[in-house]
Structure formats: structure tokens, C-alpha cells
């Protein structure tokens, strides 16, 4: 008997999906705007966590030595450095491996690198590349290297040409602003455009029930239960589901691959198109999980109000 | 088998559906409720389906008062009553097919029964070349006849038919009445509200006569005095 009733309650809501055609097209065209807003916001806050992450990564200091500097008094600075409890790591670039980094990033550039054969001598410096555990800790570390700080002193003086950091703060600094006005932003628009989706689908959904209104009623009166009029309005609203739901994973592909061509070249840090391609099942269980939840929920609270009798 | 006691449904203070009804309906019987527009007939049905409270009083069907019943009881106890409207009233995105065994499937009966038993009505209301089409492909009579076979395809032990002919023509009204009149030859007690006039005067049966709520005449072999 539950089976039988099972059985027919899908083949009804199948069969209902099919014969609405303009009714579940629409629905299903709404849904699927819906869906598109809740997997956008989780492709948008990855992306944007990824590019965070990896700006953040790039932050470092520079610190470069005196053309002349001695190479004991350099890798004994840096053993110093790495004993501080707020250094993650310190790298030691000397002067040969500064000019192969040099030649290799403008080796498309023969004019430079013509100057540079010209010069009997590496012109470039032996450098310390300072990475913090956390970004806040850069300012301390930078301090050490401020004139007349203890450290220093134990060197000569112009031992340390140059220390590379307040430039890449200030650009950093304000990429860090920006990613998370953008996310802090973003969570407020997409939530409300997520919000404002789900309300219209349940106002669709809520709509095409609405036209079935006197069905429910004459189904009533014929001696129908409750779950049976109420199932195959449910199960229409899963299928709506379903198919926004495949449909929305197939728009995200074009999608992806769009936003990647577009973004691939400003930030090195994430490629959408692959994140989606390798994270698609989880994803699309996400998408379909949230259509089938809202077109269930939708019918079920559409019915009720005209079933109460 | 049918006991209304006392009944009185007041919509407002001003608007009363039924001020007082005591009437009882035998099992087999064919009983014919007349009235103007407003005297009460569709109200009167309305209890006995408990699609609507009464203000005071009871119904009785079988000695059960239909009001006292849950939810569930109710759907239960409309599998045992058929019901035809004036204006058909089926399922618009089913089938005339569909339509009857969908009053079969509430009834929880198996897919075998189903597929026995509906062919065979669509045969007693001489529809079976009409079985897959949807009602707005069909008549105003094959409509009707469609609803007549939803209503008595689970053998009910009453059949109401609420003003069943009021949108048909002579000749569709002449064969509905002749189906209700078999139906009730073969055991089912039949409610029938109208206004047709000879639609009464050929059946010679009982008719109730309403007016404002009340019952005014009840004739065991009336005819339509209004």
C-alpha cells in the first residue's frame, strides 16, 4: 500500500512536470537563476580567499647588502633573523644567484643584458628575503633594521644598503583593502541577491500551485489523503530541482572558463576553471542539495495553505 | 441511514444557510431537493461531505456524526460518498481515464483492479473512445459523464449530484437522469438537487422541497410546487 503510493506519487509528479510545460519551464528558469547566485557565491569567496592568500604569501622583506659586504657577516645575520620566534624563514640570495634571477627574467631583453656582459663585474647584490608566520609581524621585523637598532650595530656601517619593505607594505596594504572590501561587500550583495532569488522562486512555485488551487480542493472531496495530493506537488518541486540544478553546473563551465581568460594574467593566484573542474562533485551536490531543498519546501509550503481544511 | 438533527448553519447573523433542517434519508432512497437559488440545497450537501461546520445541530451518516470526525476519518468517509457537480468539477491535466481511476487510487485499490474496472464504466457512460482525451476536449454531457463515472466507481453507498444538469442541454439532462436512475436501481441511495422542473415531474420520486434554510414540503412521490 506505501509502496503502491510511492509509485504513484512520483509517476504523478513526473507526469505533472511534463504536462506544465510552460509553468515548469518557468520555475525551472527561476530556479536556476537562484542556484547561479548560491554557486557563484562559493566560486566568488574560494576565489577571492585563494587571491587574499597568495597576495598575503607574496609579502616579504628585502634586505640588500652593500656591494661589499662580507658573506660571514650576511649568513650570520641570518642566522640570527631565523632565531627570532615571529620569522618563518629566512633565504639567503648571494650575488651569483641574484645575477642567474637577474638574466632569467630578462632574457627576452637583449639590450639589458648586452649592458650587463659589458660591466666586468656582478653589479647586483647578495640579498636576505624575510618571510613572517603572519603579515601583522613584518613591522617589528622591519624595525630591527632601523638606524642605531641593536642589531645593526654590531656591523659596519653601510653594511646594509637597502631594506625593501614600506614599498610593498603600501601596495600590499591596499590589495589587502580592497579583497576584502570586495568580500565583505560581496557577502552582503550576493546574499541579498540569493535571498531575493529564492523569494521569487517560491513566489513561482507558489503561483503555479496557486492555479491548482480548486484541483486540490475537488481532490478533497474525492476522498483523497493529504500526503496524496501533497506528493506529486513535492516531488514536481524536486524535479525542478534536479534539472536547474544540471543546468547550472553545465552554465558554470562557459562561465569558468570566461572569468579564468580574464583573471588569469592579473592575479598568478587561482585558476577558477580548474578549481571548478576538480571540486564539480562537490559542487554540484551543494547546487543540488539547495534546488531540490527549495523547490521541495516551496510545494510543501504552497500546498498547505490549501490543504488546511 | 441519513440523519440531519436540528441543523443550522449561519454564514453571519444576517446570511443563514440552513435555519433548521430535520430530515432523514432512507438506505435505497431517491430523494430530490428543490428550491430557488439560496434556499439552502447546496449548503445541506456541504455538511453531509463536512466541507463546512454547522452553526448547531448534527448529521448523521450511519450513526456517525460526521462533524465530531478527524481530518483522516473524513477523507475516509467521502471515499463512500460520490459526488457530481453542476460544473463537472474533474481533474483538468488528467484524462477522463485518469480522472476515474484517480478516485480509485485514493481509495488505495491495486493497479490490477484499476485496469479492470474503469474501462468497464467508461463503457456504462459510452466514453471509451473518449478515455484519453483531457476535459476541455470533451462535451459538456461527456463531462458530466465522466464525473458521474469518477463519482460511483468505488460503488459508494450514497451519490449526491449537486444541480448535475443545470449546464446541459435536454437531451444530455435526459441521459444523466436516466443514469442516476439506474444507479439507484442497482442499490446506491441518490441525493439529486435541481431546478428543473421536468426532471422531477419524470422521476416520481420523493422530493424535499427548501425555502430560506427550512424544509416546506416533503412529498413522498412529488412533484416540482414552487
Redesign the interface.
Known sequence: ?IF??IR?ILRWGAI?FM??GTVSFSSVLVMTIALLMIGSTMLMSTFLHATLDSVEDKIDINVYFSVDAVEEDMTELQRNLEYLATVESVTYVSKEEALVEFKARHENDELTIQALKELDENPLRARLNIKAFSPEQYDSIAAIFNEGSATLQEYDTGFIDKVNYRDNRLVIDRMTNIIDGVEKGGVVITFALILISVLITFNTIRLAIYI?K??IG?????????H?IRGPFIIEGVIYGVVSAIITVVLFYPITLTIKKHTEELFGGIDLFKYYVSNFMEIFLIILVSGIALGAVSSFLAVRKYLK? | MIFFDKVIKKYTDRSVGLNGVTLSIEPNEFVSIVGHSGAGKTTLLKML?A?DNPTSGKVFFESVDIHALK??DI??L??R?G?VFQDF?????KTAYENIA??M????R??TEIAADVPHILDLVDLNKKAWNFPHELSGGERQRVAIA?AII?QPDLLMADEPTGNLDPSNTYEIVQILKRINDLGTTVILTTHNKGVIDSLGKRVVTMEKGKIIRDDSRGKYVL
Open positions: 500500500m503502491q503510493n504513484r505533472g504536462r506544465n491548482s480548486e484541483e475537488v481532490m478533497r472531496l474525492v476522498g483523497a489523503g493529504k496524496y481544511k | 461531505l466541507e481530518s483522516k477523507t475516509k467521502r471515499r460518498i459526488i468539477r474533474l481533474l483538468p491535466d484517480f478516485a487510487e485514493v481509495a488505495g491495486p493497479d469518477r468505488n
